[in-house]
């Protein structure tokens, strides 16, 4: 099993959401997050004023997947949270050994 990490644009979550939900991952977790890459935030005027916000808002989806699935997942978040703008955010895939379903035991693909 696979573990994506999709840090997100908040404004591309229901497109990443209806892509997950068809490919049939519609279990995942969601957090509100802040941060920047490269571009280390954004400078805005206002009444003449400029500021600048460093940390951005942004979208954290978790999601486990089989690891059959992983190129046409990973494909589908890039596909449906691609603005072509910088900040659109990054996708980290970790190594899943094992999951377990509390309520039931059950192990592995099934607990997901």
């Known amino acids: 099993m696979k573990k994506i990490e999709a ?7 229901e497109p990443v959401m209806e892509e997950l939900r068809g490919l049939g991952y519609p279990g995942v977790t969601i957090t509100e997050v802040k941060g920047h890459g490269k571009q280390k935030g954004v400078t ?23 690891d059959e699935d ?4 990973v494909n589908g978040v890039i596909r449906a949270a691609r ?10 895939i970790y190594e899943v050994a094992d999951a377990v379903r509390i309520r039931t035991g059950e192990s592995g693909f099934n607990a997901i």
């Open 83 to 92: 603005t072509g703008s910088i900040g659109d955010g990054k996708i980290f």
């Open 44 to 66: 805005h005027r206002w009444r003449g004023a400029e500021y600048r916000v460093e940390f951005l808002p942004k979208i954290k989806i978790e999601v486990v997947i089989l």
């Open 70 to 73: 992983l190129g046409k997942v």
């Open 7 to 13: 840090i997100i644009r908040p404004e591309r979550l």
